[in-house]
């Protein structure tokens, strides 16, 4: 009897310590990221593509950077814009708002100094506030405008 038991309780020490093995592989595979602290560490990990988290302290916007990884030939990277620090009320807006950005593998550009590569509503808003401060503009200085058209033509 005592032979069995110690047969048995090698079996299930061995079973628990494959279901241990497993729920570590799938944490890291799926639910593990880095955690920067500083923007070189985030672009070392951007460069690889690498599942990371990082929270940038900009000087108008304080930004939350999350890359989840490969996409095909370029990696996936999300941005949220946490808060805005200096700005017109329009900005305030973006507070809490989110995208996607696909950038090239080996990057370490800003994903949100390029908005043509993103996709999501924080995107959208700041296209908004891009335009309706280009038509104040022109509104502002139509004046100006037309006199420069006439010199061209």
């Known amino acids: 009897m005592k032979i069995k038991k110690r047969k048995d309780n090698w079996k299930a020490y061995l079973i628990i310590g494959i279901i241990i093995l497993l729920i570590?592989?799938?944490y890291f595979t799926f639910f593990f990221y880095y955690s920067c602290g500083d923007l070189a560490c985030f672009q070392a990990h951007q460069e690889k593509c690498t599942k990371t988290k990082f929270i940038r302290d900009g000087e108008e916007?304080?930004?939350?950077?999350?890359?989840?990884?490969?996409?095909?030939?370029?990696?996936?990277?999300?941005?949220?814009?946490?808060?805005?620090?200096?700005?017109?009320?329009?900005?305030q807006k973006l507070?809490?708002?989110?995208?996607?950005?696909?950038?090239?593998f080996k990057s370490i550009v800003l994903p949100e100094s390029d908005l043509s590569i993103c996709h999501g509503e924080l995107k959208e808003d700041m296209q908004n506030i891009i335009i309706q401060k280009l038509h104040a503009y022109i509104l502002e200085n139509v004046e100006e405008i037309d006199k420069e058209l006439e010199q061209i033509l």
């Open 24 to 26: 570590a592989a799938i």
């Open 95 to 104: 507070e809490g708002k989110e995208m996607v950005c696909y950038l090239p």
């Open 61 to 91: 916007t304080i930004w939350k950077y999350t890359i989840y990884g490969k996409d095909g030939t370029e990696c996936k990277i999300g941005v949220e814009a946490l808060v805005i620090k200096k700005g017109s009320i329009d900005k």
